[in-house]
């Protein structure tokens, strides 16, 4: 009966946390249009789950997610190409919450060549 209870609160537990975690992955807290920001990186965090830039676009800081490192390889992206200073043009999905200030990357403009995150995607 123990190990009833033990598996039934685990199973509680991971059913309580997925909403959170779906909503977090994907695109389910994107707009579902997409837009063009232009401006300078001010930081980049890359790695998994995805990476992050912070981009100052006249002014205002946004937050960029910009995929895994496989996505970056298959781009033929350089990662080094994030470099604090550079001017990089994003076409993405923003937040569906207009105040956030936060863009899924399907696309990347860097030194002048673009480059296709989520190919298949528009």
């Known amino acids: 009966m123990r190990m009833i209870r033990s598996a039934?609160?685990?199973l509680a537990l991971l059913l309580a946390a997925a909403p959170a975690a779906l909503a977090h992955h994907g695109w389910s807290?994107?707009?579902?249009?997409n837009i063009e920001l232009t401006g300078t990186i001010e930081?980049?965090?890359l790695?998994?789950?995805?990476?992050?830039?912070?981009?100052d676009a006249g002014g205002e800081v946004w937050t960029?997610?910009?995929?895994?490192?496989?996505?970056?390889?298959?781009?033929?992206l350089d990662e080094a190409l994030y470099a604090p200073g550079a001017e990089i043009t994003v076409v993405g999905e923003p937040s569906?919450?207009?105040a956030g200030r936060r863009v899924k990357a399907?696309?990347?403009?860097?030194?002048?060549?673009q480059y296709e995150l989520y190919p298949n995607r528009d």
Do not use: F, K, M
């Open 8 to 10: 039934a609160g685990a």
């Open 29 to 33: 807290w994107t707009s579902g249009n």
């Open 43 to 45: 930081t980049a965090e």
């Open 47 to 55: 790695g998994n789950p995805h990476g992050i830039v912070t981009v």
């Open 64 to 76: 960029v997610e910009v995929g895994q490192p496989w996505r970056h390889a298959q781009a033929g």
């Open 96 to 98: 569906a919450d207009p």
């Open 106 to 113: 399907e696309r990347v403009v860097l030194d002048g060549r």
